[in-house]
């Protein structure tokens, strides 16, 4: 018998995982039983998983087009596995692909794809465009980790250009996972950055400032008090004396 060769075998595992992941929405229905033999022994994550290990170019494309393809009708079809999936690849070429994807099904079914897609890139050297409001939704969604805490550099220029609302909205969810994971002391300027943009009694950081009655002054006290760090407070420049 002879052995089939590592492109023959790439080639057909290509053809059969795609074939398998486009067919199974239309024929979960009416799939016999050689079809349901044949789902026992691949498994939609198997097969997703499949096209991670190969990790060719056609394999990512692939996964990318699996990413923007619309799964509504498929309750079996998980966003996040192709987004895990091509985390593994770990390849630098996907990030346009997953520019596109984030403004595709794949967000619009599931709004917390927003920030694993956003993370994924930033972690491959790039950047997806976000506005304000996909901006609080990532920071409403980060994972309590130091490492995602670093977003904060990507909006640092764009922040001070939102309404009012949505920097009060970033500053305190950020502010949370800062706290979380850096202690209270790290955080507080965070919350007074989400008071001093929105001072209204209802603002949920005046919570973190007990004892003390809303007010403008006050919020202009506390973002004084707790300045924001660099990039927002860039250090000034040193002054060279000449004699």
């Known amino acids: 018998m002879i052995n089939p060769t590592k492109n023959r075998l790439t080639t057909s595992s290509h053809k059969a995982t ?8 239309e024929s ?6 050689a079809a349901k033999k044949f789902e026992l022994c691949w498994g939609i994550r198997a097969a997703i998983l499949l ?8 394999s990512r494309n692939t996964l990318l087009n699996l990413l923007k393809t619309d799964w509504k009708q498929s309750k079996h079809i998980m966003y996040s596995d192709f987004i895990d999936a091509i985390a593994r690849c770990g390849n630098a070429d996907l990030v346009p692909g997953l520019i596109q994807a984030a403004n595709g099904p794949c967000i ?17 050297g790039g950047r997806i465009p976000v506005s304000a409001d996909q901006a609080v939704k ?6 309590f980790e130091d490492e995602a805490l670093r977003v904060i550099d990507d909006f640092a220029k764009d922040i ?22 850096k202690g209270k002391a790290k955080a507080l300027p965070y919350f007074a950055a989400s008071v001093l943009a929105n001072p209204s009694q209802d ?9 003390t009655t809303p007010s403008s ?10 300045p924001l760090p660099e990039p927002f407070n860039p250090p000034s420049p040193k002054k060279w004396w000449h004699f």
Do not use: M
Not at 18 to 25: A, C, D, M
């Open 18 to 25: 795609w074939q398998y992941l486009i067919s199974y929405p």
């Open 51 to 58: 096209l991670a290990e190969l990790n060719t170019d056609l």
């Open 138 to 143: 990532i920071a409403s969604d980060l994972p």
């Open 160 to 181: 001070p250009n939102w309404p009012s609302g949505r920097r009060c909205a970033f500053f305190w969810f950020y502010g949370i996972r800062v706290e979380d994971v």
């Open 28 to 33: 979960r229905n009416t799939r016999g039983r």
């Open 108 to 124: 619009r079914y599931r709004s917390e794809n927003l920030v694993d897609l956003y993370l994924l890139a930033r972690k491959l």
């Open 217 to 226: 002054s006050e919020a202009s006290k506390f973002a004084r008090k707790y």
């Open 203 to 211: 603002t949920a950081a005046w919570s973190k400032f007990p004892g």
